[in-house]
């Protein structure tokens, strides 16, 4: 029997009569966010709202030229409230806020004072921007995130009219540096043990989340979001457990559907005694801050190890010795969350003296 096709295309409940999640996508223009609404239908009439008011926009764009010059708090206001309809983390939009200040205000002062409004924009001004940056500000570093981040500012402000096609055309000649692989440490499963040992002593709410990341290879971030509801429970037993897709990082639900005796002891500990919201909650009764367990490890590893860890050492940890174990890709996508294999290949697959000696002992 056919599949009933659905009724209302890109319209997702979340709270059915109260919330739903709508997404569009208009010329390669896309925006997914949550309204408030009483029905479907109601949901499905805004988006259709909204991919009008767009296209309408685009269209008045065209018929003045291709783009309207505006000043730089105006371009701001508009794409303020762009950036809040495609994405809600706050640190999103402060990202935004921050390095368009830096252009726009700081850097446009001290160089081009000349410049007042957007159709001004050439290649040129972003290249001085980047010596800036790099220079100026010393962060040769940050570079490459930086210049994905004025991209992505310029692509909004092109979708939304303010600067010319001919200007993004110039702005893919404007390559970023090529990403740099971070040189992980070879430690030894031994210190791991002692660390983990250590950090049970003076921390214990800390030890529940980074054993967690360290058995299954997920972000700090979505694992201090997990809350108890999303255990699913056998009886007592807990089974599985539900990582929702707004506490990741693709916006993709990523349940972990298999855990071993020692994975589930562990959670079920987590449970016990547990009357808060959160699975991992710190020693206060809140939700562990990501920040916060951060900076607790590179100061302990420090400590006992000698080497400043983050909590996403143990994700790369995962990947690299799934690797050597020679685990089935799809397995360490299941467990880990990580949803691009490519990511999983091109990020992950380190090499190891472990391994180097394997290779050498097979040619002997």
Known sequence: MAAKKKKYIGVRTIVKGEKYEIKWDV?????????EASSEKEAFEQRMREVLAYQEKKSAGKESGGFRSVDFDTAWEALNDDIKSDVKLDKTLGRYRMTY???????????????????????????????????????????????IQVKAIVNRMYLLGFCSRELMDEMREFKKPPAKKKAYPDISSADI??????IKKERP??????????RV????????????????????????INIRAETTKMKEDAPLEYMDGDLLRHIHST?????????FPNKHGRRCHPNRVRDFLKRKSREVLGIGLTPHYFRHRFCTECGKANI???????????????????????????????????TK
């Open 27 to 35: 010329d390669g223009h896309k925006c997914q966010h949550r309204i």
């Open 101 to 147: 200040r830096r252009i726009f205000r700081d850097f446009r002062n001290k160089y081009f004072p000349d410049i007042s409004e957007t159709g001004q924009l050439r290649l040129s001004f972003f290249r001085q921007y980047r010596n800036y940056y790099a220079n100026d500000l010393g962060r040769p570093e940050g570079i490459r995130t930086e210049l």
């Open 271 to 279: 449970l016990s005694g547990n009357r808060t919201k959160w699975l």
């Open 328 to 362: 089935p890709i799809a397995d360490v996508k299941a467990v880990s969350g990580i949803k691009d294999t490519k990511v999983l290949l091109e990020y992950y697959s380190h090499s190891t003296k472990a391994g180097q000696k394997q290779v050498l002992d097979i």
């Open 205 to 214: 709410d800390y030890y529940m989340v980074l054993y967690f990341v360290k």
């Open 193 to 198: 043990d002692r660390l983990m040992a250590e």
């Open 217 to 240: 290879g997920r972000r700090i971030n979505e694992t201090t979001l997990i809350e108890r509801k999303d255990v699913v429970l056998h009886g007592f037993r807990p089974v599985a």
